[in-house]
């Protein structure tokens, strides 16, 4: 207990530490539809297309969120434009715009002088450096996100079990769609000052895909994931407190081995139900 304690006993690391924490709540509770849907891809092309945004903003020296926002906003209608005008699938389109909007953002930050820091700093955050301004967009974010997930939910189920289905309900699958991929695209822009562009994925996915091995109804789901997210947020600032490592990667690392616990955990346990099953004999 000492350990963690110490770990968040400054200003720096409490502030971290919310940051993290609304984050990853935020990103559980969205990334529950992504993983349930299978939107996993769309979440990391997002996670990555952003750059170009941040990297213009940086440019131009106008807030980063700002850039981000818009640039998640191209993205979003870019996907869309592909999947609705051509015959091709939409992950044909969310691959296109993932390598188009990384490339784009590359480019623009490789002709700064600081081009390796600011790139380093734009995929990896660094939750150390949060501060108050960051933590309101954080906790506006959550609270839409909050408020759509839960007005949403009979449509984002019914859209789960197909377009068809959502559809014979009356429920507007496309409008349905567009508010589930606007609130991943909310999740990206608001979460990546505290753990950057490319690592937000991890907190997107990684919980609620473990919280999936062990719950079955989406709202459980969504409860495992968040306590899953807070876990991962602080044993991961208490370890890279202690050993001296990058704080965003060790939130994200700690959030994809906690899945592998838990899948280990769920075979075993699995495993050992089969064994003791008594044999049904003709």
């Known amino acids: 207990m000492n350990l963690v304690l110490d770990a968040f006993s400054s200003d720096l690391t409490q502030r971290a530490l919310v940051g993290g924490l609304l984050a990853a709540t935020t990103t559980a509770l969205i990334g529950t539809w992504v993983v349930v849907r299978g939107l996993a891809f769309f979440g990391e092309a997002l996670a990555h297309g952003v750059l170009p945004g941040i990297a213009v903003a940086a440019l131009w020296g106008i807030d980063l969120t700002l850039g981000a926002m818009v640039s998640a906003v191209v993205m979003v209608a870019g996907i869309n434009l592909v999947h609705r005008t051509t015959r091709l699938p939409e992950d044909t389109g969310i691959g296109l715009l993932f390598v188009g909007m990384l490339a784009v953002g590359v480019i623009v930050i490789s002709r700064q002088a600081t081009f390796q820091s600011d790139l380093t700093g734009f995929l990896f955050g660094d939750v150390l450096a949060v501060r108050a301004p960051q933590l309101r967009l954080e906790a506006v974010a959550l609270g839409i996100t909050l408020v759509g997930v839960a007005l949403g939910h009979r449509a984002f189920l019914a859209l789960a079990c197909g377009r068809e289905k959502a559809a014979a309900l009356g429920l507007r699958p496309g409008l349905a769609h567009a508010v589930m991929l606007a609130l991943v695209a909310l999740a990206v822009v608001s979460s990546f000052r505290a753990v950057g562009t490319l690592l937000v994925f991890g907190l997107l996915v990684a919980p609620p895909a473990a919280a999936s091995l062990i719950a079955r109804r989406v709202p459980t789901i969504m409860a495992t994931a968040v306590l899953l997210g807070w876990v991962s947020v602080v044993a991961g600032l208490t370890f890279s407190y202690h050993a001296e490592?990058?704080?965003?990667?060790?939130?994200?690392?700690?959030?994809?081995?906690?899945?592998?616990?838990?899948?280990?955990?769920?075979?075993?346990?699995?495993?050992?139900?089969?064994?003791?099953?008594?044999?049904?004999?003709?």
Do not use: D, I, M
């Open 245 to 282: 490592t990058a704080a965003s990667a060790s939130v994200a690392a700690t959030a994809v081995l906690l899945f592998f616990v838990v899948l280990t955990v769920t075979e075993v346990t699995a495993l050992l139900r089969r064994r003791r099953a008594p044999a049904v004999h003709p």
